[in-house]
């Protein structure tokens, strides 16, 4: 709509501004009774040496077209009134013949690269780790719908100092058996317990220094031990990712870059990049950051040399336009030095990307899986599906594979609660309140389109793409918000903000709902067919809306 109004203006205006700056400026007006976007004159003013009063009247006149019922001039804005029914009916047939294709761009042949989840070996899954699963998920899928083809990476972590450490506790108090009931807090136990007994005995330190050198060099045992972790770790990450439905495209963790960091050190060599502080080589960043550190005293390689090399190798294998890193915020300086050092490599830094985020609350605090009892995911992940088990049973109890459906319930509302916010905002981590049926979750959003489908059964509903034959004042608000759909998803896109997503969905069930209080959808008599058609479209848009979000969409709840 907005589009169709901007080149309206364009050519009434003669071309006086450009077409996308008017788009920008389009607005809602305040009140839906002024009209469906207004214009405001202001910009026009110096150039055309007339009030903007006087350009608003003027265009008010000169305006004209069949998906224009009214144009009026309000002061110093032009207010349009759309014609509902050609504006409905360039959207919703095109919805009810491409279903779940709507809206998705032709394949650009493109790639964009996803950094996403990352979880460090033998450590507890995080709630950072969940944030950048989920979020990363929707990037992901929004990047496929405006069509590029998203290449999804877990960058886990699976090297580094710490596994020296882990090699030498083992050795000295590891116990098979437990390792292999319960991976990950067994090894953190011994992990912890090598921390605790290295403050005693200061040759501990050097032992694992040695271990991680074994490692990096290569040595077998000490490399069996390494991937005896890292399976048994991923074996429960796996669990976490199944019941979340996320999948990637390659688990190459930070280990894979091992032979390919030579090369990184060596290309910052010829650049005469590399500067030496208290025997470990460092790259100079300058007044605004602290240098950016690559090589270790004795040798051992970093966080940031791994992410380098990481780099080099996503652009020459993958050649993506580009590279997203989603990542907490706790990380941001980590990200803002590499790039910066790639960028003096030479390397175009500019399509790479650190996507941030706040952090999960419980009551008003950081919600930890690291200091003292570690909270296991998967236990909050069950909990909120036997909770949302509950509440489906109270409202249907009759309803058919409710296990089924409490999981996309339960993990739904889980997803749901983090996309919706704004990305860098903290969020709160309450089931109660994340499972409830009325209000800003994922259940709402589910829920209004179950209803929908029951309606249409009722109705025994047959989708037809003929156009539609009166749009009412009922009927009207639900077009427009279905009308703003497309360019959601380009906005969440450009912006990598999946909440845009989710905020669209909370908006069109909102609308649907406050469409039931007005209008009986059932009526028997030929205006019902055109409304069962505008909210069968509905239910094809929320449903993309929750795929798109990661979440699944069920029929009957
Ligand atoms: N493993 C890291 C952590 O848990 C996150 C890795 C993020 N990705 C990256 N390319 N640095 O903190």
Redesign the pocket.
Known sequence: MKTMIAQLLHDTLDHAIDQATIEQLLEKPKHDELGDIAFPCFILAKQLRQSPVHIAKDLAEKLQDVRIKEVVANGPYVNFFLQPLPIANTIIPAIVSEGAAYATAPKNGKKVVV??S???IA?PF?M??LR?TVIGQAISNIAEKMGYEAVRIN???DWGTQFGKLIVAYRLWGNPEAIRQQPIQELLKIYVKFHEEAEKDATLDEQARQAFKALEDGDAQALGLWKEFREASLLEFNEIYELLGVHFNSTNG?AFYNDKMDRVVEELEAKKLLTSSEGAQVVDLGETLPPCLIKKKDGATL?AT??LA?AIYRLENYAPEKLF????GE?TL??KQWFQVLDKLGYDASKFAHIPFGMMLKDGKKMSTRKGKIVLLANVLNETMEAAKQTILEKNPTLKNSDVVAKQVGIGAVLFNDLKNDRLNDIEFSIEQMLTFEGETGPYVQYTNARIHTLLEKADFKAHTTPLQAIDDTLWPLIKVLETFEATIARAYTQADPSQIAKFSLQLSRTINKFYGQQKVLTQDDTQQDRLTVLYAASIILEQCLNLLGIEAPAHM
Do not use: I
């Not at 890193?325 to 907490?328: A, E, R």
């Open positions: 950094d996403y990352s979880p460090n450590k995080s950072g780790h950048s960058h886990l972590g930070e966080y791994r992410d990481a890193y989603v990542v907490g990380q980590h990200f």
